[in-house]
């Protein structure tokens, strides 16, 4: 058994090598594949029939910045994303309280997953982390390939 097991790891690993070097040609990378999740119409739909409390995959562009909210939840950095596919903008609610902070930047791409909270501007997203309670679905945002949850 030891024979065959020496002979099928540089089998094994010249696949896995393969795999990983068509992925890197394809361009594929967390960011791409958390895209591709992203329903910026479901957003869209949401707004115009007014649900709230619906966990959503957002993809956009960032175009304001607000400073930093407290609360009684925690502080929680804002900014908008106008929704990429979708002629419309949301603000992103993040509690910094719980997860780290996201450098973001006017101009940065972003996906954001959390809970959508109508409202006539748009909507906002929030529980955009981990939930340490255990309560709610963990959301989170990719910035530059990076996730912060």
């Known amino acids: 058994m030891k024979g065959n097991s020496r002979r099928l790891l540089p089998l094994v690993l010249g696949a896995l090598l393969a795999l990983i070097q068509a992925g890197c040609a394809s361009g594929a990378t967390a960011t791409t594949a ?11 739909a949401d707004f115009l029939n007014q649900r709230s409390n619906v966990e959503v995959t ?3 562009v960032v175009v304001g910045l607000f400073p930093d909210r407290s609360s009684s939840t925690g502080t929680h950095e804002q900014f908008i994303i106008r929704l990429t596919s979708q002629n419309m903008t949301v603000e992103i609610e993040h509690n910094i309280s719980i997860a780290r902070r996201v450098p973001v930047k006017e101009g940065d791409d972003v996906v954001v997953h959390g809970e959508y909270i109508w409202n006539a501007q748009g909507g906002l997203i929030h529980f955009t982390h981990h939930d340490p309670q255990g309560t709610h679905e963990n959301g989170y945002i990719i910035d530059h390939g990076q996730t912060y949850d």
């Open 58 to 60: 957002a993809d956009g």
């Open 34 to 44: 958390a895209s591709d999740r992203a329903d910026d119409a479901a957003i869209a």
